[in-house]
């Protein structure tokens, strides 16, 4: 509601602005016949006023939300994945899983130790990203670094887990994970955010009961143990 009223406003700005509209013009002012200003300019005047007091704050925010990427949308109801693919295969958990490139060599199963790069998605946001593993990079060299943990030892999420199960070294997959096997039940559980923005867009959709906490996770293993 509050990206709603940001954008209401800052629509609402553009075409005054483009209009060339200035609260101490004069030709604007029309007076009634003793010389008062209106009742009807004096709401345009207070509207106008309040409008313009608020760009600073309006405008920020704007630029700084997170984009929405209109390909997630769909897949948030779990219907149809992105540009009209083939349909995800359903596990029996209710994860969902499409893969984008098999990879090749020993599979993922229960007791394996994976290395994983990867991307995390809020699709009741529409996409927004909430965790990347080129976000954890202490070097600052801009490779970031893979995801390490043991399939069954209680680290990852359930859901991933299972999703990644049948995998190779360098397969590429799209895991769908809904809330009774990800962060609805286990918040803890890794993938954790790396940054506060990333951590924020989780907890929004984590800590608020109402939203869908289904996540999307894009997934590339890079090694297999």
Same mark, same amino acid.
């Given at each position: 509601?509050?990206?709603?009223?940001?954008?209401?406003?800052?629509? +609402?700005?553009?075409?005054?602005?483009?209009?060339?509209?200035?609260?101490?013009?004069?030709?604007?002012?029309?007076?009634?016949?003793?010389?008062d200003?209106?009742?009807?300019?004096?709401?345009?005047?207070?509207?106008?006023?309040?409008?313009?007091a608020?760009?600073?704050?309006?405008?920020?925010?704007?630029? %700084?939300?997170?984009?929405?990427?209109?390909?997630?949308?769909?897949?948030?109801?779990?219907?149809?994945?992105?540009?009209?693919?083939?349909?995800?295969?359903?596990?029996?958990?209710?994860?969902?899983?499409?893969?984008?490139?098999?990879?090749?060599?020993?599979?993922?199963?229960?007791?394996?130790? $994976?290395?994983?790069?990867?991307?995390?998605?809020?699709?009741?946001?529409?996409? $927004?990203?909430?965790?990347?593993?080129?976000? %954890?990079?202490?070097?600052?060299? &801009?490779? &970031?670094?893979?995801?390490?943990?043991?399939? &069954?030892?209680?680290?990852?999420?359930?859901?991933?887990?299972?999703?990644?199960?049948?995998?190779?070294?360098?397969?590429?997959r799209?895991?769908?994970?809904?809330?009774?096997?990800?962060?609805?039940?286990?918040?803890? +559980?890794?993938?954790?955010?790396?940054?506060?923005?990333?951590?924020?867009?989780?907890?929004?959709?984590?800590k608020?009961?109402?939203?869908?906490?289904?996540? +999307?996770?894009?997934?590339?293993?890079?090694?297999?143990?």
């Amino acid at each position: 509601m509050k990206l709603i009223s940001v954008c209401t406003a800052a629509a +609402l700005l553009a075409p005054r602005a483009a209009e060339g509209l200035s609260l101490d013009a004069p030709s604007r002012h029309r007076r009634t016949s003793d010389g008062d200003v209106s009742s009807t300019d004096r709401r345009s005047i207070l509207q106008r006023a309040s409008l313009m007091a608020a760009a600073p704050f309006l405008l920020p925010a704007i630029a %700084n939300a997170a984009p929405a990427d209109a390909q997630f949308a769909e897949v948030g109801q779990q219907e149809r994945p992105p540009n009209g693919e083939s349909p995800f295969s359903t596990l029996s958990n209710g994860v969902q899983i499409k893969d984008f490139r098999v990879g090749s060599g020993a599979s993922v199963k229960p007791g394996s130790k $994976v290395e994983l790069t990867m991307k995390g998605r809020l699709l009741n946001l529409n996409g $927004v990203i909430f965790y990347d593993t080129k976000s %954890n990079d202490p070097n600052g060299f &801009g490779e &970031g670094t893979p995801l390490l943990f043991t399939l &069954g030892d209680g680290t990852a999420l359930p859901g991933l887990e299972s999703g990644l199960e049948g995998m190779s070294k360098g397969g590429i997959r799209r895991i769908i994970v809904p809330a009774e096997v990800g962060y609805g039940k286990y918040p803890g +559980l890794e993938p954790q955010p790396f940054t506060e923005m990333e951590k924020r867009a989780l907890d929004s959709v984590v800590k608020n009961p109402r939203r869908d906490q289904t996540v +999307l996770f894009d997934v590339k293993v890079e090694r297999v143990r």
